[in-house]
């Protein structure tokens, strides 16, 4: 099983330099043709994309055990809390707390 990346053009050069798979949005490639490009690679056992183009990725993979979809924060996105506090929100309903922590 291989890990895949999708990401912009910026990321792109870095992620190929550590050997992973990338699929890069551009204006050739768009998240649909990515997602049916994934589908195609048996060898994906994970596919990382940056949050911003999270949602269809969750939607195209929903219900299947492989590949596994997860997101990385985007510096282009605001946010409130800090994005592990979004993703435990979004995933588990709730906050996680740690002690000494507040509020």
């Known amino acids: 099983m291989k890990p895949v990346i999708v990401v912009t053009s910026d990321l792109a050069d870095g992620f190929r330099l550590a050997g992973i798979a990338v699929f890069e949005l551009n204006e050739e490639r768009n998240v649909s043709q990515i997602i049916q490009e994934v589908f195609e690679m048996p060898e994906a056992g ?3 994309v940056d949050e911003r183009y999270m949602e269809p990725f969750e939607k195209a993979f929903a219900g299947r055990d492989l590949p596994m979809v997860a997101s990385f924060p985007a510096e282009e996105v605001q946010r409130e809390g ?3 506090d979004e993703l435990t929100l979004r995933y588990l309903g709730q906050k ?3 002690e000494g922590e507040s509020e």
């Open 46 to 48: 994970i596919v990382l």
């Open 82 to 84: 800090s994005y592990i």
């Open 96 to 98: 996680i707390y740690v």
